[in-house]
């Protein structure tokens, strides 16, 4: 009997601990469709090599704090902000506004941008890119962005970030794209786990 319950317990833990190990590669809505990207060969940012033994993105837990309503100062006479790229490119934007957030009890700001042109059908999204702590670590070297809507903008002045839905520039996975470069003014001193993962070619 003390053998067979010596033999649970043993599975028991060896099955918690590969749990533990188990990459988290996609539960919710954001990650579902990410992935689902990313399988297909006609929209997917991945190489032909790295598509055929792509099994899924690899994310952050979800995280709920990592879900914000930030305070957002719009910025209508900013200037035209024109964006470096990992190319020759120059990719132009206009400053939307300033965001002003918490974590953790830290206070932070980041700056928000639209594009000069936008295409209709992303006339309400917003482009938000950032630096923080996990970069070059557990999260892709050049930060990465976050898709804002405007819809989720309210007449109090706020606005709903949420750094869960936080994705890779496609130069991650691929020499062949031109992406912005994220303004070092849009570091945050803290660790952001949430998110996509830094990709492992």
Known sequence: MKNILLLILIITIQSCSSQKKRKNS???SFQKEMNAKFKDATISPL???GLKKFKGLSFF??????RIIAKIVKTPDAPT???PTTTDRVAVYKKYGIVSFSIDEKDFDLAIYQELKPQLEYIDHLFLPFLDNTNGKTSYEGGR???VLTTDESETGT?????NTAYNPYCAYSNRYSCPITPRDNYLDIDIKAGVKAYVK
Do not use: A, E, L
């Open 145 to 147: 962005f976050i898709d």
């Open 81 to 83: 902000f024109s964006f």
């Open 26 to 28: 996609g539960n919710s």
């Open 47 to 49: 190489t032909k090599k």
């Open 159 to 163: 606005i709903v970030i949420d750094f």
């Open 61 to 66: 837990r979800q995280d709920d704090k990592y």
